[in-house]
Structure formats: structure tokens, C-alpha cells
């Protein structure tokens, strides 16, 4: 059974750039939860997509965006790059909503900003 | 703000002694709490969830959670060098709006 992929796995954007970063996640499994990690503040929520409607969201600003499609992949978009923008972004998918569910994770995606 | 808190270590133990992970939580309506393990330049895994007061058990693996004192644990038992890894302590809120909240977890080293 294939895992989660997301690509691209490594990216260098500038500043002012918009990035779109892409999530399939496991087969059969409709919610898709993503994740910035970063070394200062951990791993921190963005939002959840389950059913292609966005369940939760995070506390990040309007820059950051995503969708989900009806195969249940997801995309995450971040517009108007900064430099506090460069971190991995994780895609995690399971079988229920992510909050009670058990989350598989991707091996990431690597912004960096410069 | 809802926060979970985890000593960073690094946190040193032999191999075959029993490792000791700790986490503290602020939300007192939390109802789901997990262990993930990271290694280095990999994803997180998740290696125990937990609902009620009390320990859950899973090979080596034993998770303990005391809600009254907003506290989560994990003890891996006969340490092993492959045990060498990050853990994250998460936590969910019972409507989940936040997703999951989690701690900046501690670093384990297993001494061969």
C-alpha cells in the first residue's frame, strides 16, 4: 500500500513568490491534515481538508491556502513568500478526521525562502 | 493558547533500561493524545494514541495518562539504540478545531 507523497520534496523560492506544494495521500483515506515544521517552533497545524471542504484551520495568516480535491489529493499555496516561510511542510493523511484519527505522514516538502 | 509542553533534552539512557518521555497539557477538555516518534530528516510515525485515564500497553511501548493532572507519558521498556529518536507528545482537542497541538518534543539517546 503506497504512503503519502507529496512533491516536490525540495524548493527555493524568493521572496514575493507563491509556492504550491501537492499531497496524495493514502488510498481510502479521505482527510488531509497539513503541518509547517519549523526547528524554533515545532510542528504547528495549518488546516485539514476532509471530504474537500476545509474542517479546521490554524493560526496563520491568509497567505497560506489550500484545497482538496474530489480524489481526495490536496494542495497547499502560500503567496507572497517571506522569509519565516522557509520551513517543511508535512501532509498527513487517515482514514477519519485527522483530530481523532491516526495520521500518516509524507516525508515533507522543503521551502526555502530566500 | 493551548500548549503542550515536553522537556527537550536530549535525554540520555542505556541501552536496556526503560526510557521515561514526559508531556504536560493546558487544554483541560483535551480527549485524544498520541506519541510520535521522528528521526532525524524523516516524518513523524505514530506509535501510541491514548483516550482514558489509566496505561495502554503495545510491546515495549506503554503510554500513561492522568487527566486530572493534564499529564501524558510514555516508557519504552528495554531500550535499544533503534529507539534513538525525537518524540512528539500531541494533543486534541474534544471539537478539534485547532487540530493537533504539538509539543516540541524530547530527544532520546539510547546508550549502546
Known amino acids: 500500500k503506497a504512503g503519502v507523497t507529496q512533491t516536490p520534496r525540495y524548493l527555493i523560492k524568493t521572496r514575493g513568490q507563491q509556492v504550491t506544494l501537492s499531497c496524495s495521500p493514502i488510498?481510502?483515506?479521505?482527510?488531509v491534515s497539513w503541518y509547517q515544521q519549523t526547528p524554533g517552533q515545532g510542528l504547528q497545524f495549518l488546516f485539514e481538508?476532509?471530504?474537500?471542504?476545509?474542517?479546521n484551520k490554524g493560526n496563520f495568516p491568509g497567505r497560506f491556502s489550500g484545497r482538496q480535491f474530489s480524489n481526495s489529493r490536496s494542495e497547499m499555496n502560500v503567496s507572497t513568500l517571506e522569509l519565516g516561510d522557509s520551513a517543511l511542510y508535512l501532509c498527513a493523511s487517515s482514514l477519519g478526521t485527522g483530530v481523532t484519527g491516526e495520521l500518516f505522514f509524507g516525508e515533507g516538502s522543503r521551502l526555502t525562502v530566500l | 493558547q493551548k500548549e503542550v509542553e515536553q522537556n527537550s533534552g536530549p535525554l540520555s539512557v542505556p541501552e536496556g533500561a526503560i526510557a521515561s518521555l514526559n508531556c504536560t497539557y493546558s487544554?483541560?477538555?483535551?480527549?485524544?493524545f498520541f506519541w510520535y516518534r521522528q528521526y532525524s530528516g524523516k516524518s513523524p510515525e505514530l506509535i501510541m494514541s491514548i483516550y482514558s485515564n489509566g496505561d495502554k500497553e503495545d510491546g515495549r511501548f506503554t503510554a500513561q495518562l492522568n487527566k486530572a493532572s493534564q499529564y501524558v507519558s510514555l516508557l519504552i521498556r528495554d531500550s535499544q539504540p533503534s529507539d534513538s529518536a525525537t518524540y512528539l507528545c500531541?494533543?486534541?482537542?474534544?471539537?478539534?478545531?485547532?487540530?493537533?497541538?504539538f509539543g516540541k518534543g524530547t530527544h532520546l539517546i539510547i546508550q549502546p
Open positions: 487544554d483541560r477538555v483535551s480527549q485524544s
Open positions: 488510498s481510502g483515506h479521505r482527510s
Open positions: 481538508y476532509f471530504s474537500e471542504t476545509q474542517r
Open positions: 500531541a494533543v486534541a482537542s474534544g471539537g478539534g478545531a485547532d487540530g493537533l497541538t
